[in-house]
């Protein structure tokens, strides 16, 4: 059996609590035999109430998307912003014209 929640505990014992003064209040019962009847009838009241307090759920992991909500999806144009530290011009190959007309490789 799992533990109580913290929820079902504070509304089963607030049930207790109010379910036994209010039954007291209003039977008026000064005996023995009818003060345990309504403690006993309390605490059956409050067991049912901390059993019926809905537990948390777990979230889906990943939910499917609908026709309807891929309909409603607005796609957003992104313009690139070139880099500070992109070359602003690409070679055209991979060897320069040397000065001296040789070929060679490009860079250092």
Same mark, same amino acid.
Request: hydrophobic share 50%.
């Given at each position: =059996? +799992? #533990? +109580?929640?913290?929820? @079902?505990?504070?509304?089963? !014992?607030?049930?207790?609590?109010?379910?036994?003064?209010? =039954?007291? /209040? /209003? !039977? @008026?019962?000064?005996?023995?035999?009818?003060?345990?009847?309504?403690?006993?009838?309390?605490?059956?009241?409050? /067991?049912?109430? *901390? /059993?019926?307090?809905?537990?948390?759920?777990? $979230? +889906? *992991? %990943?939910?499917? %998307?609908?026709?309807?909500?891929?309909?409603? #999806?607005?796609?957003? @144009?992104?313009?690139?912003?070139?880099?500070?530290? *992109?070359?602003?011009? %690409?070679?055209?190959?991979?060897?320069?014209?040397?000065?001296?007309?040789? $070929?060679?490789? *490009?860079?250092?």
């Amino acid at each position: =059996m +799992p #533990r +109580p929640t913290a929820a @079902q505990l504070a509304y089963g !014992s607030a049930t207790v609590i109010f379910s036994t003064l209010a =039954m007291l /209040l /209003l !039977s @008026q019962t000064s005996s023995g035999l009818g003060v345990s009847v309504i403690a006993l009838a309390a605490l059956g009241l409050g /067991l049912l109430v *901390a /059993l019926t307090v809905p537990l948390p759920k777990s $979230r +889906p *992991a %990943a939910a499917p %998307a609908t026709a309807a909500a891929t309909e409603e #999806r607005v796609s957003v @144009q992104r313009a690139t912003v070139p880099s500070a530290a *992109a070359p602003q011009a %690409a070679p055209e190959s991979v060897y320069e014209v040397a000065p001296s007309g040789t $070929r060679g490789p *490009a860079g250092p």
